[in-house]
């Protein structure tokens, strides 16, 4: 896929870019494979096919590394949404989304590992992040406060109670359904049973219309903001790719 910049590329900083997506594969595949604590930048310098000294011509740390990796992620994650949203208005209901986040979750083995299969991975990420990329963090609570009032102006959920609590409770909902997996896996029902659930949750705990004239008006809106929040995901993956 080519994002924003990649075409005005000379030849070797296309062959720079080429060289850290080989990076961020192997790391990725590693991730998957290993877990974050047992993977040395060595490992993936080894899995990549060039020298340890290379990965942090591109990479400073590891935890920028794997950062990145989890940035890549979450812009697939965002790109379907976004997809989603054009082909479908309806895809801007709270239930809906949640639902394909849950499900989005489970298809892509990297998001997953992070979300369901080590929660010191994720703290210790979590910790990195705010000093590394804290400004696209920012930016990601603040375009989900943004579609969430924008469903309130549509009258899509309710206007009660504030839009920080209301915020807090739907991250605690769905950080619930997926920390919960690791800790029961004995018990969680298949994937398609529990997305079900989610979108039942989130439904009866914050909709109160499906309205299709108000989910027509509110989509393209909704698209800008996760859009914006896309531009700036794909910056800061290349800013870090090219420290």
Same mark, same amino acid.
């Given at each position: ?28 595949e590693l ?6 604590? /047992?993977? @040395?930048?060595?490992?993936?310098? &080894? ?7 290379? $990965? ?11 950062? @990145? ?5 979450? &812009? ?34 990297? $998001? ?11 703290? @210790? ?16 609570? /603040? ?8 469903? /309130? ?19 605690? $909902? ?5 920390l919960i ?16 659930? $989610? ?42 790719? /090219?420290?």
């Amino acid at each position: 896929m080519t994002y924003a910049g990649l075409g005005a590329m000379s030849p070797a900083e296309g062959e720079r870019d080429r060289r850290a997506e080989r990076i961020l594969d192997a790391a990725g595949e590693l991730l998957v494979a290993w877990g974050y604590p /047992r993977i @040395t930048v060595g490992d993936v310098a &080894r899995r990549a096919g060039i020298g340890k000294g290379t $990965v942090y011509l591109h990479f400073t740390t590891k935890e920028v590394l794997f950062l @990145t990796v989890l940035m890549r992620a979450q &812009r697939r994650m965002i790109e379907r949404f976004v997809r989603d949203l054009r082909a479908d208005p309806a895809a801007a209901l709270l239930s809906r989304i949640s639902a394909s986040v849950y499900l989005w979750v489970h298809e892509d083995p990297i $998001v997953r590992v992070m979300f369901t299969g080590d929660i010191e991975t994720l703290g @210790t990420l979590s910790r990195s992040a705010a000093d590394t990329i804290g400004d696209v963090v920012e930016a990601r609570e /603040r375009t989900l406060e943004a579609y969430l009032r924008l469903l /309130r102006e549509h009258g899509l959920i309710s206007a009660e109670p504030s839009p920080a609590v209301q915020r807090h409770a739907y991250v605690a $909902v769905m950080t619930g359904f997926f920390l919960i997996e690791p800790m029961r896996p004995s018990g969680v029902p298949s994937v398609e049973d529990n997305a079900g659930m $989610v979108a039942h949750v989130v439904r009866s705990a914050f909709e109160i219309s499906d309205d299709p004239e108000a989910t027509a008006a509110a989509a393209p809106r909704v698209v800008d903001l996760y859009q914006s929040l896309l531009d700036r995901l794909n910056e800061e993956i290349s800013r870090q790719k /090219r420290t």
